[in-house]
């Protein structure tokens, strides 16, 4: 069964430092969304990409975030200038199309900024 | 905007037997879709159900099922017969069918422990 999957799983990083958190939706996927997850905490939506561009953002994604989308395959979040309370979870999902199809969740990439 | 409520930060079953999970929301939509996902220990996020709210049946999924009552904005989900894989962080969500969002409003999530 086709899944969603992200690398690195966990990545430790210096406070000030640029991240890229990487992404393959499944193949036939449009829409593609990233979540993160604080520890102990609920998981909060980040931003949605759709024809190549941002669809919805939250107030989380700040100027420090962007999206990309680079080939037929990578979708990508970058954190320019990291902080200590970037340290989440962070969860790549995407989806068939708008409407009543789920979001599939890869399985997270652990960040912990020092 | 939609809010999720999970009341219940933790509950505990005996395995075999059965839990009732609770999930209240507050949307202005008459359209919209609810979903349960399992996150377990290795915190990946798994989709357990999923209700189109136009839809007066509740949904179920083998073992799992939801009471869906649209009036009271009540989304519970039921786990019959227990078992050890299904201890796991529960997180309700919604999310809307019109207009332009596609996000997930996620709850606080119950964590379900199951005991011998």
């Known amino acids: 069964e086709p899944e969603v999957t992200q690398t690195p799983s966990h990545q430790v990083t210096q406070m000030g430092q640029e991240v890229i958190l990487r992404c393959v939706p499944i193949?036939?996927?449009?829409?593609f969304y990233w979540y993160r997850q604080i520890l102990g905490q609920k998981v909060e939506f980040l931003v949605s990409?759709?024809?190549?561009?941002?669809?919805?953002k939250s107030e989380i994604f700040d100027d420090q975030f962007s999206v990309e989308r680079p080939d037929g395959s990578n979708f990508t979040l970058k954190i320019r200038s990291t902080k200590l309370e970037d340290s989440a979870m962070y969860f790549c999902?995407?989806?068939?199309?708008?409407?009543?199809?789920?979001?599939?969740f890869g399985p997270g990439t652990r960040l912990l900024v020092l | 905007a939609q809010t999720v409520t999970q009341s219940q930060p933790e509950m505990s079953v005996q395995e075999a037997e059965t839990v009732t999970l609770s999930c209240t929301y507050d949307?202005?939509?008459?359209?919209?879709?609810l979903f349960w996902y399992k996150q377990p220990p290795s915190r990946q996020m798994i989709l357990v159900i999923r209700q189109e709210a136009y839809k007066q049946q509740n949904a179920t999924e083998n073992r799992f099922s939801v009471n869906f009552q649209k009036a009271a904005k009540s989304f519970s989900l039921k786990i019959s017969d227990s078992q050890l894989g299904d201890a796991a962080m529960y997180f309700c969500a919604y999310r809307e069918i019109t207009g332009g969002g596609n996000k997930l409003t996620f709850g606080t999530g119950t964590q379900l422990k199951v005991e011998l």
């Open positions: 949307t202005s939509e008459s359209d919209y879709y």
């Open positions: 193949s036939n996927h449009l829409y």
């Open positions: 999902a995407s989806s068939p199309r708008q409407g009543s199809e789920t979001q599939y």
């Open positions: 990409f759709y024809n190549n561009e941002i669809s919805e």
